[in-house]
């Protein structure tokens, strides 16, 4: 039943290393987003795909690249890790046209770079 | 963006009501009020929005200052499950110039008191 779902829910890994994550949402919606929570709890946007297009690319590292397969999964993969990159990275998803534009969120990815 | 003014925090007992204050003295015409609350190591979630008149819905209250540059979010009898962040958030009704991002403030961190 979990709208928006994301893996893994922790991730512990070391400086240098690729990791990725995955996030699924079954609402049917057409825009996913990908945001960032670091240390200071400040959300700041990352991407945003609609209909698996690039719509929003913030200033981010290009070590961050985002896959979008279909409308229900938005993934970020991130390559050579460094210790800034630890934080919650949360998934969101919409229906463009829906009321108020709500954003759904998912549970967030605990990254510890060490 | 405009820029959304919160405290950083509030206290409530539980069982009363609770106002959230929200200064957006910039707001544009085209821009919704937006309201997201962020519980204990969860995803934000959806509270209200509105953009001339007063809401209602089954979580809260919002009360729009007639010339928009104010909002208050209203908890009618806060419970313990109430304390988290809440995020005041202005939205533009215009996507292009968006794509209806949500830009995250600091957020008001409310704290209810059994």
């Known amino acids: 039943d979990t709208a928006v779902s994301q893996t893994p829910k922790y991730l512990v890994t070391q400086m240098g290393n690729d990791k990725s994550i995955k996030c699924e949402q079954n609402?049917?919606?057409?825009?996913m987003y990908w945001y960032k929570q670091d240390s200071k709890k400040f959300l700041k946007i990352m991407f945003s795909?609609?209909?698996?297009?690039?719509?929003i690319n913030e200033t981010v590292p290009n070590r961050f690249s985002p896959k979008s397969p279909d409308k229900a999964h938005l993934n970020l993969h991130i390559n050579s890790l460094e210790l800034g990159d630890s934080a919650v990275y949360f998934c969101?998803?919409?229906?463009?046209?829906?009321?108020?534009?709500?954003?759904?969120f998912g549970p967030g990815t605990r990254l510890l770079v060490l | 963006d405009a820029k959304t003014t919160q405290p950083n925090s509030m206290e409530s007992n539980e069982e009363e009501p609770v106002h959230l204050p929200c200064n957006h003295s910039?707001?544009?015409?085209?821009?919704?009020i937006h309201w997201y609350r962020q519980l204990p190591s969860q995803g934000p979630e959806y509270v209200i929005h509105?953009?001339?008149s007063n809401v209602n819905n089954r979580m809260a209250s919002l009360a729009i200052a007639e010339d928009r540059k104010s909002s208050t979010l209203i908890l009618h009898r806060a419970t313990l499950r109430d304390a988290a962040v809440y995020y005041c958030?202005?939205?533009?009704?215009?996507?292009?110039?968006?794509?209806?991002?949500?830009?995250f403030g600091e957020g008001t961190q409310l704290t209810v008191n059994p």
């Open positions: 969101a998803s919409r229906r463009t046209g829906g009321v108020g534009e709500t954003q759904y």
């Open positions: 509105g953009l001339t």
């Open positions: 795909y609609n209909n698996k297009e690039l719509i």
């Open positions: 910039t707001i544009s015409g085209t821009d919704y």
């Open positions: 609402l049917g919606h057409d825009t």
């Open positions: 958030i202005l939205r533009s009704q215009i996507p292009e110039t968006s794509g209806s991002r949500l830009t």
